[in-house]
């Protein structure tokens, strides 16, 4: 018996004021990850300061998955997991060396797409969180990016322009195939399709222009993912 | 029989002043493909502006690849022929997503990667580029870059912390697995490795620091290609 029989699953998800609305695009690849696996589990909406209820993970942010009474965190750690203790669900990985690969569009999300992307829309997101977790936003993000929210607000334009410039690898491979595992979606394509999830959800101003190469491949994740096209709280269609 | 069966294979590969020192990243990863098939092949040194010579494939730049008669052109486009062609052979890419996923790495490289590397190396690069190339190349360097070659090597401290930033996923993807595709170097290692050899072969100042967590990494693909770490003009060892 794997731990994951041993009961439910639970998920914690960043919430905002609504507390309906998920954004964190960390929390998003997992629970698309579940729905791939066929995977039922328990949502459960989490505010940022909110750090004791997670206390038991060892650290403060989510998502963490509680799995047969233990607490999992780390995006990446929890995949794996997944994929380990499911094996008999559909792959999130595909054979070697699909997950060796994963983990560099997981390293190339989190380092370099994730803060080109939070430059533009960090000062949207400070409005829509929930008021226990604003300061605490404000504050964290201000440190993080060297910049407050109105100079972040004024410096959009160059934002848009960094952040395009980082797209253009996953643009031009998206480009001349369907997604970037393939034929078929798989982690890689979770982890940067819960980028432009993330920004619709919380920007009202879409960070991609209409014409992007990106959004026909936005539209096929939409298509595989109807929970995520619906979800509260998205903005706009891809 | 596979168009490669009709002749032995030729490669054109772009030569410094020496002719025996080749050092085009995209030649490199194209030596490195033959090599992982074990395929022989004839290297043929090419420069800049000898464009009449691959005339015949119906644009300016190498690699080409000579098989059977026909010349094949773009990195890319070669590694699937050599995959296609030569199926026998051990693989470049891996049962899927393993060539969909290194798709990616490949337009990383030649999107991130490369233009943050060239800001660093090209001054060094028209030092050693043969003396019918050097107009040609400082010419459209600066063009493309947007600088001269004397404003490229006053930046150098800028553009290797560019770099630096740009490398990020890469080395840490490198640091919980051993190469980009897991337990064995796959084609995406090619393409990712083959930049440093063009820096250490072109630059005689390292472009990473002595205790940069790639180099484990680089010495690892310098052991598993050591016609590549013994090569005409490489400077330093990884």
Chains 1, 2 share one sequence.
Request: one cysteine or more; charged letters at 25%; aromatic letters at 8%.
């Amino acid at each position: 018996m794997t731990a994951s029989q041993a009961g439910p699953l639970q998920l914690f998800e960043l919430a905002a004021a609504d507390p309906q609305v998920r954004f964190s695009p960390n929390c998003w690849r997992i629970r698309l990850a579940l729905i791939h696996k066929g995977l039922e589990c328990e949502r459960l909406d989490w505010r940022f300061t909110e750090k004791q209820r997670i206390a038991a993970s060892g650290q403060g942010k989510v998502p963490v998955l509680v799995d047969g009474g233990r607490m999992l965190h780390e995006s990446w750690d929890i995949a794996r997991h997944l994929e380990r203790s499911h094996a008999d669900r559909p792959s999130l990985f595909g054979p070697a060396p699909g997950e060796a690969l994963a983990r560099f569009v997981n390293q190339w999300a989190a380092e370099s797409l994730h803060p080109a992307l939070a430059r533009v829309i960090v000062p949207a997101i400070a409005d829509m969180v929930a008021d226990c977790d604003r300061a605490y936003f404000v504050q964290t993000r201000e440190a993080t990016l060297g910049a407050s929210m109105d100079e972040l607000r004024r410096l959009r334009g160059e934002s848009l322009a960094a952040l395009n410039k980082v797209l253009q690898p996953l643009r031009s491979t998206l480009g001349t195939q369907d997604f970037l595992c393939g034929a078929q979606p798989l982690y890689a394509d979770m982890v940067a399709y819960s980028a432009f999830q993330w920004a619709r959800i919380c920007d009202p101003q879409p960070v991609l222009a209409a014409d992007d190469g990106l959004r026909p491949w936005l539209r096929r994740m939409d298509e595989r993912f109807p929970e995520a096209a619906r979800a509260p709280g998205v903005r706009y269609p891809f």
